[in-house]
């Protein structure tokens, strides 16, 4: 939605938030139609395993049918990790920009080290630069989500479920 709102010309409120909108609606479609056909590629699996034809054929698709039954669990495994990454990533990136908007000086991950890149690497250094800050905001979003482990354990989740049973006194 950033990079959608950089890119509209400026043109009025209305029509930026009607491209806005259209963005926003196709963004959801593209993302739950994407979700809708992982959490469904088992079943298709299921079916073609089930209700494929005799002959060549209907072997292969059943063969097929198989294996999307059988690496579903780890293809969503592979998926569970990648995605944790990315929002811890994500997050900590997020909060180290905001950082920045407040005037929190954050510097590089470890100072000299782009002009060692430069040196180095000439040509792909950008790309070194872009790793280490990467990791340095996937690390910085580990350190946020542990320290709200215990915020959430000892605080949240007892209000949470006091308020639920009704027993906040």
């Not at 000086?105 to 782009?114: A, I, K, L």
């Amino acid at each position: 939605m950033a990079l959608a709102l950089a890119a509209i010309p400026e043109t009025g409120f209305i029509n930026r938030a009607a491209i806005l909108t259209m963005v926003a609606l196709g963004i959801t479609a593209a993302v739950y139609g994407l979700v809708a056909l992982i959490v469904k590629t088992d079943d298709l699996g299921l079916a073609l395993s089930r209700r494929a034809p005799a002959g060549p054929v209907g072997a292969l698709a059943r063969t097929l049918g198989g294996s999307l039954v059988r690496g579903m669990p780890y293809v969503l495994q592979v998926l569970a990790m990648v995605g944790t990454a990315a929002m811890i990533w994500v997050g900590g990136d997020i909060i180290l920009h905001a950082l920045e908007g407040y005037g929190v000086s954050v510097g590089t991950p470890v100072p000299g080290f782009s002009d060692l890149a430069r040196q180095m690497l000439p040509g792909i250094d950008w790309l070194v630069g872009w790793v280490l800050s990467a990791v340095g905001s996937a690390i910085f979003g580990m350190f946020v989500g542990a320290a709200w482990i215990p915020v959430t354990e000892y605080l949240i989740a007892p209000a949470w479920k006091s308020l639920a049973t009704g027993t906040l006194s």
